[in-house]
C-alpha cells in the first residue's frame, strides 16, 4: 500500500461499507433482481426533461495539464509510471525524475474556484444540470471521505469541499447537483477486483451519493466488467 493509504483508512471503509450497505439494502428492498421488476423503478421527469447538462474533471492532474494527443491528462499518474512513455519524458524534463504525483498537492490550491460564480455561469447558459468528477483512477476525492482520510481536497491541495461547495451552489440556482465516480483505483493492491470493490470504490462511491443526495450520479463500467472476467481498455 502507498503512504496514503493507512490501517485507519482501511478500517473507515470497513465500517462505512456496513452502515452504508444496510441503507442501500433497505432502498432496494422494493426491487428485485430481473428487468420486469427494474423496469417499474421510475424516471424522474426532470431527466427526461432536461436537455443540456455539463461534466468537468478537476484534480490533483489538473496542476501538469498534460497529455499526449489522444490521451488523457486525468491519467497523468499512470502514465507517469509507464516507463518510456510521452507524460514520464515530458515530466522528468519539466519537474524533474524525483517529483512525484503527490508532490503536486500543494500546487493544487483552488484559488481561484468559486463555486456561486460557477454556479451563476451555468445558470445563465441554460444548464439544468452539472456533473462534476468527484474521484478518478488516482483515488484522490474531492470531498472530506472518510474512506479516503488524507487523500483529499479537504485534507490536502485546497483544503476545501469541493463537491459540497458545488452542490449547495447549484441548488441555489435550481440546478441538478451530480457526481461522476470512478470506481477504478490504480494504487489499490488487491489479489481480485471483488477485494478492491468491498475495500476501496463501494463505500466510497456510497458515501458520496448519501452525504449529498445528488440527482445524477455518473461512474465507468470497468468495475462490472471485470468482475465479470472481461478485460476492457480504458477507452470502453
Given at each position: 500500500w502507498p503512504d496514503h493509504v493507512s490501517e485507519r483508512s482501511l478500517s473507515m471503509s470497513l465500517?462505512?461499507?456496513i452502515v452504508l450497505s444496510f441503507a442501500l439494502a433497505l432502498t432496494l428492498s422494493q426491487y428485485s433482481a430481473d428487468w420486469d421488476s427494474l423496469d417499474k423503478r421510475p424516471i424522474p421527469e426532470w431527466f427526461d426533461d432536461v436537455?443540456?447538462?455539463?461534466?468537468?474533471?478537476?484534480?490533483?492532474?489538473?496542476v501538469p495539464s498534460w497529455a499526449q494527443v489522444g490521451?488523457?491528462?486525468?491519467?497523468?499518474?499512470?502514465?507517469?509510471?509507464?516507463?518510456?512513455?510521452?507524460?514520464?519524458?515530458?515530466?522528468?524534463?519539466?519537474y524533474g525524475e524525483n517529483f512525484k504525483y503527490e508532490d503536486f498537492l500543494p500546487l493544487l490550491t483552488g484559488e481561484l474556484f468559486d463555486a456561486d460564480e460557477w454556479a451563476d455561469i451555468f445558470y445563465r447558459a441554460g444548464l439544468k444540470y452539472f456533473v462534476p468528477l468527484s474521484k478518478h483512477h488516482d483515488g484522490y476525492t474531492l470531498w472530506p471521505s472518510?474512506?479516503?482520510?488524507?487523500?483529499?481536497?479537504?485534507?490536502?491541495g485546497?483544503?476545501?469541499?469541493?463537491?459540497?461547495?458545488l452542490t449547495t451552489a447549484l441548488r441555489a440556482k435550481g440546478l441538478h447537483a451530480g457526481v461522476y465516480f470512478s470506481l477504478y483505483d490504480w494504487?489499490?493492491?488487491?489479489?481480485?477486483?471483488?477485494?478492491?470493490?468491498?475495500?476501496?470504490?463501494?463505500?466510497?462511491?456510497?458515501?458520496?451519493?448519501?452525504?449529498?443526495?445528488?440527482s445524477v450520479r455518473l461512474s465507468v463500467y470497468m468495475l462490472a466488467a471485470c468482475l465479470a472476467g472481461r478485460s476492457v481498455s480504458h477507452d470502453q
Open positions: 465500517k462505512t461499507l436537455k443540456f447538462g455539463l461534466m468537468i474533471s478537476y484534480g490533483i492532474y489538473s490521451q488523457y491528462e486525468e491519467w497523468y499518474w499512470h502514465s507517469l509510471n509507464t516507463n518510456g512513455s510521452a507524460t514520464q519524458q515530458w515530466h522528468y524534463k519539466t472518510k474512506t479516503s482520510w488524507g487523500w483529499n481536497s479537504v485534507d490536502t485546497p483544503h476545501r469541499d469541493i463537491i459540497g461547495e494504487y489499490v493492491t488487491c489479489s481480485n477486483t471483488l477485494c478492491l470493490a468491498i475495500f476501496a470504490s463501494l463505500p466510497c462511491s456510497l458515501e458520496s451519493v448519501y452525504i449529498y443526495r445528488v
